[in-house]
């Protein structure tokens, strides 16, 4: 066998052992859900006569719905990625990757078991939160099949970038609860973005920093393809942060995960 052939072998084994892990514990993936849906019917059904305001242009709350629907579901993103963090912590702490070392396995392959199964969950949280939205009277009408395959993809390396850091938080914690509290900020920054009002509503000292963080030219990116607004520079800015999200993840995790045991 091939190492090619050896690598994609072992690292869908990992794969599979993740999947099923999350599988037959499901409620931590469950209460990280539970933040961005609860933010949904908060923000909509509680604040939303008030947060449309904000908005501009006399939006009422059919227009808010749709408004903060985008920076949901890359909050969705940013709140699933934690239970990778927490899942590579467990297995680094409690002497499975050390055995995993011993075997004659693709060094690699536990790395990406983690990667790929935290997107897979990504993506199939972000379809549950987006089908909270639909219920709720979201609507992307004007959105072309192109660019539902591009919101998608977003989506997609979004969840990639995050979760290859999740992964490299994980890996340098000293324990589960370090790393669940190490990836807080990946919740929290999406409170600090255009997710819920737009960027240039905060007061003008702030505004740089909520302007261009990862999460809001990803935010606005995706309504730009599901809304048809405007993105402008948000794209480029995107991409350059997934880049470099994920190169800074693969180099911390690769690192921390070949580093000698103590």
């Given at each position: 066998?091939?190492?090619?052939?050896?690598?994609?072998?072992?690292?869908?084994?990992?794969?599979?052992?993740?999947?099923?892990?999350?599988?037959?514990?499901p409620?931590?993936?469950?209460?990280?859900?539970?933040?961005?849906?609860?933010?949904?019917?908060?923000?909509?059904?509680?604040?939303?006569?008030?947060?449309?305001?904000?908005?501009?242009?006399?939006?009422?709350?059919?227009?808010?719905?749709?408004?903060?629907?985008?920076?949901?579901?890359?909050?969705?993103?940013?709140?699933?990625?934690?239970?990778?963090?927490?899942?590579?912590?467990?297995?680094?702490?409690?002497?499975?990757?050390?055995?995993?070392?011993?075997?004659?396995?693709?060094?690699?392959?536990?790395?990406?078991?983690?990667?790929?199964?935290?997107?897979?969950?990504?993506?199939?949280?972000?379809?549950?939160v987006?089908?909270?939205?639909?219920?709720?009277?979201?609507?992307?009408?004007?959105?072309?099949?192109?660019?539902?395959?591009?919101?998608?993809?977003?989506?997609t390396?979004?969840?990639?970038?995050?979760?290859?850091?999740?992964?490299?938080?994980?890996?340098?914690?000293?324990?589960?609860?370090?790393?669940?509290?190490?990836a807080?900020?990946?919740?929290l920054?999406?409170?600090?973005?255009?997710?819920?009002?737009?960027?240039?509503?905060?007061?003008?000292w702030?505004?740089?920093?909520?302007q261009?963080?990862?999460?809001?030219?990803?935010?606005?990116?995706?309504?730009?393809?599901?809304?048809?607004?405007?993105?402008?520079?948000?794209?480029?800015?995107?991409?350059?942060?997934?880049?470099?999200?994920?190169?800074?993840?693969?180099?911390?995790?690769?690192?921390?995960?070949?580093?000698?045991?103590?």
């Amino acid at each position: 066998m091939s190492s090619v052939s050896a690598a994609v072998r072992d690292s869908s084994t990992m794969l599979r052992r993740n999947l099923l892990h999350a599988w037959r514990y499901p409620s931590g993936t469950l209460n990280l859900l539970l933040t961005p849906i609860m933010m949904l019917l908060l923000f909509v059904y509680i604040f939303g006569d008030v947060m449309s305001a904000g908005i501009g242009g006399g939006a009422d709350r059919s227009d808010y719905i749709a408004y903060i629907v985008p920076g949901l579901l890359l909050m969705t993103v940013g709140s699933t990625v934690i239970g990778a963090a927490v899942s590579v912590s467990v297995d680094m702490t409690q002497g499975l990757t050390a055995r995993f070392r011993t075997m004659a396995i693709y060094r690699g392959s536990l790395l990406v078991g983690h990667v790929v199964g935290g997107v897979l969950q990504c993506v199939m949280s972000v379809v549950l939160v987006g089908a909270v939205g639909v219920a709720m009277g979201f609507r992307s009408t004007d959105a072309t099949a192109l660019e539902w395959i591009a919101a998608f993809g977003l989506i997609t390396v979004f969840a990639l970038a995050l979760t290859w850091i999740a992964v490299g938080m994980g890996a340098a914690s000293p324990n589960p609860e370090a790393a669940g509290n190490m990836a807080m900020p990946l919740i929290l920054l999406p409170l600090i973005s255009s997710a819920f009002i737009p960027a240039d509503t905060m007061p003008g000292w702030f505004q740089p920093i909520a302007q261009y963080q990862p999460f809001t030219p990803a935010i606005e990116t995706l309504r730009g393809l599901l809304l048809g607004t405007g993105i402008g520079h948000n794209g480029w800015i995107t991409i350059a942060w997934c880049v470099g999200l994920i190169a800074l993840g693969y180099r911390w995790s690769t690192a921390q995960f070949n580093r000698d045991p103590k």
